[in-house]
């Protein structure tokens, strides 16, 4: 017999023929959900007629375990309608796995409460689910559509990772291949050569495959990671593959976005919300911001700049001293955070909303995490002995074992006790030595060390700083949300997120690290800060407002990246995901026809963007630095911040129609947008003629354009 669950009601049919008929099945929303005999997932049934979305003819495993390095099905499984419990039996390895499911309006909740392996469970996987839909696949949301309908999975916890774990640390696996996708507000060609970044769901020839998985997390590790060999991972206690948990769902193609808002809701996932709107829905998800490095001093002519430009959102691109305490500069701001508060408190009195910009969990040498005493909680590549006895002045320490030392990086720091010594090199034969130490660094206290005393290799990076550990880093990650709270500021950039594989755990120590900030935000602040990222994550999906790729420093303002920046909109539409197109910087020879060459584009995308403006920010003078004079000089374009006002305006209030998108989306094509005199607005295509004249005696010359 077959139990079908439908709502709480309970009834039974006749089972189908065959070694593997089907056990059970429950009614989540508009889908049919069904799991047979022998553990795994029969069918997804949507629509009047029972469309079948699991792929046929392909393995579907409900849950797979990973054993001894190999990857175990279930061949039997059982289930207990009083309790709402599955077990599933694995004869290879001679264990069962405990799974407790739920329908919920819209979905069907799935847990692990129990697992009985007699030997270590490595991780889970729920899946690989095939799905006989191949069009467009949401590889970070773990959404694949067609035009009729949406199969989705989603991890209900930070520590249920989106993908498949190829490999011990733990990153996502992204592919690169043309998007299936039908998309009719963005032009195909761009479709062509997309860079899929995680494998939530993942093309195939039969459709698509959805997985999601969890790692056992108990035991010591040595792994590859982060450009090390080997790289120690410490124990994390989290319960490991137990309470793993996701929500599978199928629903109509215009339902999905819908539905994960449901689920977020429904299972305390972070929802926030801008403006009392959802940000995945809200308009100002895509707002525009000025990039402009102001002070005290001079945060009102900012905060009048955004003004100017009708926006709402003012952002600091280098406000620290220091990474980890985030201790500000103090020639910008010599009151500390409070000189931060009092600015943004000036801007919400002018309707302009202030953030700033981090770099995560990096960690400057200067920062008190570091010195005069580093804190335990730095990231570590891995630790050997002290094989003899040094003072304070030794040049060379002796070592065991060379290991977590020989690959070299910016800064070679080692922590002995208290006191931090950089090295040059290790010595290439044994006995081993770490070679020209410099000792007391980055402002510690030299000393004698005695034999047996651990030496630690810390992990650093190229931008000269470290990292922390998963402690570390989420008490970081509170930092920043004490800051916000402290200040109000409501917008900022989690750049940097790779720093979090200093933990050696992957995409779960990113997830750590934004999870950790979004729950110390305090009411009034949490779900209200505009945040993107430099990296995306399947369960960050549920935090980020957005993301916003896309630097100026690499050509002109109309060339830097642009191809990138068009290519994401793809990206951001099969993961729904608010669109922006990246960082633009603002130079001398930056025309209002080079201005209104990006207003048109993101008009046409309905895309946000960001703009580094004079009183010279950071940003800014990294596109130019020659930016500087030429704020002195010219200060902000008035007309160009004009033009940023009338079209940033008429995108916002959604004046284009998108026969009149399509035209801006062309990159070959000039516009002019006006205001009228009805209050509207008035759209020219333009035609650019330009010509360099040169005096060959020095007058000026005068030049008439007909």
Same mark, same amino acid.
């Given at each position: 017999? @077959?139990?079908?669950?439908?709502?709480?009601?309970?009834?039974?049919?006749?089972?189908?023929?065959?070694?593997?008929?089907?056990?059970?099945?429950?009614?989540?929303?508009?889908?049919?959900?069904?799991?047979?005999?022998?553990?795994?997932?029969?069918?997804?049934?949507?629509?009047?007629?029972?469309?079948?979305? @699991?792929?046929?003819?392909?393995?579907?495993?409900?849950?797979?375990?990973?054993?001894?390095?190999?990857?175990?099905?279930?061949?039997?499984?059982?289930?207990?309608?009083?309790?709402?419990?599955?077990?599933?039996?694995?004869?290879?390895?001679?264990?069962?796995?405990?799974?407790?499911?739920?329908?919920?309006?819209?979905?069907?909740?799935?847990?692990?409460?129990?697992?009985?392996?007699?030997?270590?469970?490595?991780?889970?996987?729920?899946?690989?689910?095939?799905?006989?839909?191949?069009?467009?696949?949401?590889?970070?949301?773990?959404?694949?559509?067609?035009?009729?309908?949406?199969?989705?999975?989603?991890?209900?916890?930070?520590?249920?990772?989106?993908?498949?774990?190829?490999?011990?640390?733990?990153?996502?696996?992204?592919?690169?291949?043309?998007?299936?996708?039908?998309?009719?507000?963005?032009?195909?060609?761009?479709?062509?050569?997309?860079?899929?970044?995680?494998?939530?769901?993942?093309?195939?020839?039969?459709?698509?495959?959805?997985?999601?998985?969890?790692?056992?997390?108990?035991?010591?590790?040595?792994?590859?990671?982060?450009?090390?060999?080997?790289?120690?991972?410490?124990?994390?206690?989290?319960?490991?593959?137990?309470?793993?948990?996701?929500?599978?769902?199928?629903?109509?193609?215009?339902?999905?976005?819908?539905?994960?808002?449901?689920?977020?809701?429904?299972?305390?996932?972070?929802?926030?919300?801008?403006?009392?709107?959802?940000?995945?829905?809200?308009?100002?998800?895509?707002?525009?911001?000025?990039?402009?490095?102001?002070?005290?001093?001079?945060?009102?002519?900012?905060?009048?700049?955004?003004?100017?430009?009708?926006?709402?959102?003012?952002?600091?691109?280098?406000?620290?001293?220091?990474?980890?305490?985030?201790?500000?500069?103090?020639?910008?701001?010599?009151?500390?955070?409070?000189?931060?508060?009092?600015?943004?408190?000036?801007?919400?009195?002018?309707?302009?909303?202030?953030?700033?910009?981090?770099?995560?969990?990096?960690?400057?040498?200067?920062?008190?995490?570091?010195?005069?005493?580093?804190?335990?909680?730095?990231?570590?590549?891995?630790?050997?002995?002290?094989?003899?006895?040094?003072?304070?002045?030794?040049?060379?320490?002796?070592?065991?074992?060379?290991?977590?030392?020989?690959?070299?990086?910016?800064?070679?720091?080692?922590?002995?006790?208290?006191?931090? @010594?950089?090295?040059?090199?290790?010595?290439?034969?044994?006995?081993?030595?770490?070679?020209?130490?410099?000792?007391?660094?980055?402002?510690?206290?030299?000393?004698?060390?005695?034999?047996?005393?651990?030496?630690?290799?810390?992990?650093?990076?190229?931008?000269?700083?470290?990292?922390?550990?998963?402690?570390?880093?989420?008490?970081?990650?509170?930092?920043?949300?004490?800051?916000?709270?402290?200040?109000?500021?409501?917008?900022?950039?989690?750049?940097?997120?790779?720093?979090?594989?200093?933990?050696?755990?992957?995409?779960?120590?990113?997830?750590?690290?934004?999870?950790?900030?979004?729950?110390?935000?305090?009411?009034?602040?949490?779900?209200?800060?505009?945040?993107?990222?430099?990296?995306?994550?399947?369960?960050?999906?549920?935090?980020?407002?957005?993301?916003?790729?896309?630097?100026?420093?690499?050509?002109?303002?109309?060339?830097?990246?642009?191809?990138?920046?068009?290519?994401?909109?793809?990206?951001?539409?099969?993961?729904?995901?608010?669109?922006?197109?990246?960082?633009?910087?603002?130079?001398?020879?930056?025309?209002?026809?080079?201005?209104?060459?990006?207003?048109?584009?993101?008009?046409?995308?309905?895309?946000?963007?960001?703009?580094?403006?004079?009183?010279?920010?950071?940003?800014?003078?990294?596109?130019?630095?020659?930016?500087?004079?030429?704020?002195?000089?010219?200060?902000?374009?008035?007309?160009?911040?004009?033009?940023?006002?009338?079209?940033?305006?008429?995108?916002?209030?959604?004046?284009?129609?998108?026969?009149?998108?399509?035209?801006?989306?062309?990159?070959?094509?000039?516009?002019?947008?006006?205001?009228?005199?009805?209050?509207?607005?008035?759209?020219?295509?333009?035609?650019?003629?330009?010509?360099?004249? @040169?005096?060959?005696?020095?007058?000026?010359?005068?030049?008439?354009?007909?």
């Amino acid at each position: 017999m @077959v139990a079908v669950l439908c709502g709480l009601g309970l009834w039974t049919a006749s089972a189908r023929g065959g070694a593997a008929g089907p056990l059970v099945r429950w009614v989540a929303g508009e889908a049919r959900i069904g799991v047979l005999s022998d553990g795994s997932l029969g069918s997804i049934e949507v629509g009047a007629g029972g469309r079948n979305l @699991v792929a046929g003819g392909q393995p579907a495993p409900l849950l797979s375990l990973g054993v001894g390095g190999k990857v175990r099905v279930p061949e039997g499984a059982s289930w207990e309608a009083s309790s709402g419990r599955l077990t599933l039996r694995y004869p290879a390895v001679g264990g069962t796995a405990v799974l407790k499911l739920a329908s919920k309006s819209g979905y069907l909740v799935l847990e692990v409460v129990e697992m009985h392996v007699p030997e270590p469970v490595e991780w889970v996987i729920w899946g690989p689910y095939p799905i006989a839909i191949g069009e467009i696949i949401g590889e970070l949301i773990g959404v694949v559509r067609d035009r009729e309908f949406a199969v989705g999975i989603q991890a209900l916890n930070a520590k249920t990772l989106g993908g498949y774990p190829e490999s011990e640390a733990d990153g996502d696996q992204g592919f690169g291949g043309d998007d299936t996708g039908h998309y009719p507000n963005l032009p195909a060609a761009l479709n062509k050569d997309q860079g899929y970044r995680a494998d939530t769901a993942r093309p195939k020839p039969f459709g698509s495959i959805l997985q999601a998985y969890c790692r056992e997390r108990d035991r010591e590790r040595v792994i590859p990671n982060w450009g090390h060999p080997r790289y120690r991972v410490h124990p994390f206690s989290d319960g490991g593959v137990i309470g793993s948990k996701i929500a599978l769902f199928a629903c109509p193609e215009s339902a999905a976005l819908k539905t994960l808002g449901a689920i977020e809701l429904g299972e305390g996932l972070p929802h926030p919300m801008l403006d009392g709107v959802w940000a995945k829905v809200s308009p100002a998800a895509t707002a525009s911001y000025l990039i402009v490095d102001f002070s005290e001093e001079s945060v009102d002519r900012a905060i009048e700049m955004t003004r100017r430009a009708g926006l709402r959102y003012l952002y600091h691109s280098s406000p620290f001293a220091s990474w980890g305490h985030f201790v500000l500069k103090p020639a910008l701001f010599p009151h500390g955070w409070e000189g931060l508060r009092e600015s943004v408190e000036k801007g919400r009195r002018a309707g302009v909303r202030i953030g700033f910009h981090t770099l995560s969990n990096f960690i400057t040498p200067g920062d008190a995490y570091v010195t005069p005493e580093p804190d335990p909680r730095l990231a570590v590549v891995g630790d050997t002995a002290v094989v003899q006895a040094v003072d304070g002045a030794a040049r060379e320490i002796p070592i065991e074992d060379p290991g977590y030392f020989s690959t070299p990086s910016t800064m070679n720091t080692a922590r002995i006790g208290r006191e931090l @010594v950089r090295f040059k090199g290790v010595s290439p034969q044994a006995p081993w030595r770490l070679l020209e130490c410099e000792r007391g660094a980055w402002g510690t206290q030299s000393g004698p060390h005695g034999r047996g005393e651990r030496v630690a290799r810390l992990l650093d990076h190229p931008y000269k700083v470290f990292h922390g550990d998963a402690d570390l880093s989420m008490e970081i990650a509170r930092n920043i949300a004490e800051l916000c709270n402290q200040t109000g500021a409501l917008q900022l950039s989690f750049d940097g997120l790779e720093g979090n594989w200093a933990s050696g755990y992957g995409k779960y120590g990113v997830s750590l690290f934004t999870e950790a900030w979004y729950a110390a935000l305090k009411p009034g602040v949490k779900g209200e800060v505009i945040n993107d990222a430099s990296l995306p994550g399947h369960f960050n999906w549920h935090v980020n407002t957005r993301m916003n790729w896309g630097e100026p420093w690499y050509a002109g303002f109309r060339e830097s990246q642009t191809l990138y920046r068009f290519k994401n909109q793809v990206h951001f539409e099969r993961n729904f995901v608010p669109h922006m197109l990246g960082w633009f910087a603002l130079r001398a020879e930056t025309s209002i026809e080079d201005a209104e060459w990006l207003l048109a584009r993101a008009a046409g995308f309905d895309a946000g963007f960001a703009l580094a403006t004079s009183l010279a920010s950071t940003a800014q003078l990294a596109a130019d630095p020659g930016s500087a004079e030429t704020a002195r000089r010219f200060g902000a374009t008035g007309a160009i911040l004009e033009s940023i006002r009338v079209w940033e305006g008429a995108r916002m209030a959604g004046a284009f129609p998108p026969s009149v998108k399509e035209g801006l989306r062309d990159n070959e094509r000039e516009f002019h947008l006006g205001t009228a005199r009805d209050g509207g607005w008035e759209l020219q295509e333009a035609f650019l003629f330009r010509s360099n004249y @040169v005096s060959t005696s020095g007058e000026p010359l005068g030049v008439s354009i007909h």
